[in-house]
């Protein structure tokens, strides 16, 4: 038996056993708490357990270790009860977790928050219980708290939400406290399974009529049952659905027979019909099948070999291929030999918006052996998932970066798609975690687990790593099916800065090349990198610019809300008639989003069907999906969108792509400006001509001449790579060096600003080469917290790394011990973007 075997397997049987548990809170270390002889054969290490954690407070919390040493420092309580048979994630998540933490400077309880499903993350809920001494005299009492009084004597027990039903109120909170103290109850804390199997009721035959014979007398002979036309109708209607689609539901019945609940009921009445309730799956997979049965262009069938040699010889390779390229049937043909050996796969995407897209592309091959795992999803639906996984009967998923914490078991391969995006950087809350390199560390607990980076723009980290023979690098050059990559054209709205042109967002040489396309009836898309309907408005007597009242931001405007929204906070304000600075009425718009283009396209093109796709327009479950499957059914001619539409969506009939302000992409103050304006523009330029013909890309900029367009005019990734490589070299900047960005947050500026001093003075000793600030932010208030940054640029040197992060969290502790500056919130984000 190894190591992980005994660790999962065995139970804590020895004498005065204790367990590590970690719990979903920002704890520095995990505590640990004893485990009583009666649980000892049911603890295991991944097991949840439920803890007490002050007075009263109860949590669900996760085994890491069993141990027999009693913590030191303080009194140890015991674990009140095990609450699962096996344990609910393995050694190689407990492992994940630790170098998360570790790594990027979090806690494993944060982890733990982020990875879990909501509903085994039980939660603590107050139930008051009656107390039988106090009698049933409550003529003391005031309305509201004799109401809950004659409830509680009633019940015995009542939850807060059933108080709250009671009073017709959610502000309970001062009757409870009124109750208390007349002692007629008291609270107790229960932790509550918030996971509910989702059940369905099935209509069966009685066993009595399961032969033809008996069935056939029951039809001819019954008179109750020939008296009673509509029940025969229906028993006649449930005998055809169920020769036809086998086991039926009782809504699919009544639905598709047209009958009523009364009708059905007779029959189960009579002993003809049984109903069974029982649990389903609320995901349907479809049935396991693996059909691999397409042709590789030669290109693609080199780079497949070629792939295959380097994963002999590295853990890690990236796949280089242009857009259109055809990746995706590369890693179908890996998915497959991963599956044939038994192993999982996890196949990782940006995006929700694209997992649709290409999980309908994956079914057609491996049916029911692939699941999707997103945030979109229910929290029941992800606890099904992670089942299903957790037990092996799920081979493939495909998800966004949240799909990293699922509980495989026997991972072969990982697929990181679109690798360079900066959606696989978590941001908020903690853990600050980058998916793509996590996903490398976590192959790496798996035995023989290789990892597959795929991208036309690869990060210059990723690209820097396989040059320098760390990842194994494949090109695919070539488009699959001898398409071209479209032609690019510079429209220079410099020409139009006149009087006529002062409110145009579409230029005429962007206006002549859409009205081409439509009339050969091919579609259109148009990138525009903001929401909204215009980023801020003006007050044109006096200059004025209405601000987020939490936030150091000017406020956007929804046309369609017809509010100020600020995209920061989420605050709604009412939109602005009147200026408070000198109270006029004269507002101009500034700039536009992706609501105000496609306002101008209903002007310019009212007989051609526009659809939008931003987080804005694109809110519910299915929101994506039904967006892309109109646009790929030509239901619509012309989509706008912001980075959405940028990530490896493939649709066969755009001929025409427009980036509308390339300035903007541009104009970003931030060292990797080149890097992303040329991914951007590059990635949406590859959703053109990926099928038939040639595609066009037209850009709107007033720099035509810029050293990125003209870079991404001639698809040259590895000459824009070699423009900026040296310039990052010069100035100490990744992949030469590595960053740790300290954000400080307080809501007193002052106090903010003087912890930033105080906190980049302690370091100063050992790190005054390495430290850049403290200084303001761009956007310096945030939610009404004030903000100051800091930033470490480390050489790759990963003892000076390791050193310098515990000083950090170090003087983290040190800062939190002065009074005045115990309140500022210190945040380390390794590795920034």
Known sequence: MTDRERLFTEPANAADSFAEVIIPLALPLNYTWAIPAHLKDAARVGCRVEVNLGRSKKYAGIIKKIHHRPPEFSEVKEIV????????????????????ARYYMCTEGEVMAAALPAHFKLSSETILVFNEEAGDDFAELDNEAYLVA?????????????????LDSAHVYPVVNRLIQHRICYVWESLKESYNPKKETFVQLHPDYNTEAALEQLLNTDKKLQRAEKQMELLLSYLYLQKAEGEITKPALLK???????????????????????????????????????????????????????????????????TSSGKTEIYIHLIEEQLKKGKQVLYMLPEIALTAQTIRRLQRHFGGHIGVYHSRFSQNERVEIWNKVKDGSLKVVLGARSSLFLPFQDLGLIVCDEEHDTSYKQMEPAPRYHARDTAVYFASLFENCK????????????????????YGLVRLTERFGNSVLPEIEMADTRRYRTKEFADTILFPPLVENIRNVLDRKKQVILFQNRRGYTPYQRCNTCGWVPQCKYCDVSLNYHKFYNKLVCHYCGTNYPLMVTCPSCGGHDFVQKQFGTERVEEALQELFPAAKTGRMDIDAVRGKHAHDQLIQTFEQQKLDILVGTQMVVKGLDFEHVELVGIVDADGILSFADFRVNERAF??????????????GIGKVLIQTTQPAHPVLLRVQQHNYEQLFADEISKREQFGYPPYTRLIRLTLRNKIKEVTRDAAVWFAGSLQNRYKDFIIGPSEP????????????????LPRNAKIIEQ?????????????QEKRYKSVVVIPDVDTL
């Not at 004659?150 to 009671?166: F, S």
């Not at 939610?783 to 930033?791: A, I, K, P, V, W």
């Not at 310098?804 to 939190?816: G, M, P, S, T, V």
């Open 451 to 470: 990892v597959v980076l795929g991208s036309a723009t690869p990060a210059f980290e990723s690209y820097s790593n396989a040059l320098q023979g760390k």
């Open 81 to 100: 009860n095990v609450l699962d048979a096996a344990p609910v994630i393995f050694y190689e998540q407990l492992q994940l977790w630790e170098w998360i």
């Open 256 to 322: 598709k027979s047209g009958a009523t609940e009364a009708q059905l009921k007779g029959l189960v009445d009579k002993g003809i019909l049984l109903l069974d309730k029982r649990a389903v799956d609320r995901i349907r997979l479809l049935p396991k099948d693996i059909q691999v049965n397409f042709e590789l262009s030669p290109a693609q069938d080199q780079a497949l070999a070629q792939l295959r040699e380097a994963l002999q010889q590295k853990d890690v390779c990236l796949l280089h291929g242009v």
């Open 679 to 692: 991914q951007l523009m590059e990635q949406v330029s590859g959703r053109a001509g990926r099928k038939h």
């Open 804 to 816: 310098c992060k515990k000083d950090i969290l170090y003087n983290i502790a040190l800062l939190h």
């Open 150 to 166: 004659e409830a509680l004597l009633i019940k015995k027990e009542l939850k807060l939400a059933e108080v709250q039903q009671i």
């Open 778 to 793: 761009i956007i310096s208030k945030v939610r009404n917290q004030y903000l100051m940054e800091l930033l470490i640029k």
